[in-house]
Every structure is written in structure tokens, then in C-alpha cells.
């Protein structure tokens, strides 16, 4: 059975930062592409970030470049979002998904698999 379980969400001022991770099992992780997407209160869902297979290379959405870092671990099949100099615009729920290509979407039917997503809240 497929897990994507997300972790590392929490309450953090702005100008902070926080470390999600996303661990997986029930596949052969290092074949597949990895997303980061989010969704915040009334809005729909926003691709963030996605990595290829080995972790050479990554894309990010322009909100968010230069901010958050995105990275795996093909040994312990974790992926790995890094969030620094949140703002209130950051506040969402992060879900880990994965497609075995690379091709980005907001839309959470278009992944193969889809995580519970972890809450990310930035407020004073």
C-alpha cells in the first residue's frame, strides 16, 4: 500500500523558517518524480516545487524561488521541502505528491499518488 506522510508543519513568525519532509513507501520512489504543491484556505491548490528522479535538478514556482529548497533522499525515500523567509502569503496546507514524470499540475488527480499534507502557518 502507497504512503506519502508528510511532517515538519507548524506555527512560525514571519521572516522564519521551517523543514517539511515527506517519507514514502509502497513504491519504487527513486523512479519517480516528486512535488511539492499547497493549498491555502478557499483557494485552490499551487504547485510549489518538484524534483526529478536522482535529485539533479529541481524547479520552483516563482513565488516561491529563492525562498524554499527541495531535495531527496533516494536511500531513506524522503523528500525534503525547506521554507525560509516565510510570509503570511506561505500559510497553506504542503502536500508531497509523486507522477512518474515530469510534468507539474495543481491538480491533485493528475498525481499518482498524493500525500495527507502538513499545516504551515505564518503569523505575528
Known amino acids: 500500500q502507497v504512503h506519502l506522510v508528510e511532517s515538519g508543519g507548524g506555527l512560525v513568525q514571519p521572516g522564519g523558517s521551517l523543514s517539511l519532509s515527506c517519507a514514502a513507501s509502497g513504491f519504487t520512489f527513486s523512479n519517480y518524480w516528486m512535488y511539492w504543491v499547497r493549498q491555502a484556505p478557499g483557494k485552490a491548490g499551487e504547485w510549489v516545487s518538484n524534483i526529478n528522479t536522482d535529485g539533479s535538478r529541481s524547479w520552483y514556482a516563482k513565488s516561491v524561488e529563492g525562498r524554499f529548497t527541495i531535495s531527496r533522499d533516494n536511500a531513506k525515500n524522503r523528500l525534503y521541502l525547506q521554507l525560509n523567509d516565510l510570509t503570511s502569503d506561505d500559510t497553506a496546507v504542503y502536500y508531497c505528491?509523486?507522477?512518474?514524470?515530469?510534468?507539474?499540475?495543481?491538480?491533485?488527480?493528475?498525481?499518482?499518488?498524493w500525500g495527507q499534507g502538513t499545516q504551515v502557518t505564518v503569523s505575528s
Open positions: 505528491a509523486a507522477r512518474t514524470y515530469g510534468a507539474v499540475s495543481d491538480m491533485r488527480h493528475e498525481y499518482d499518488y
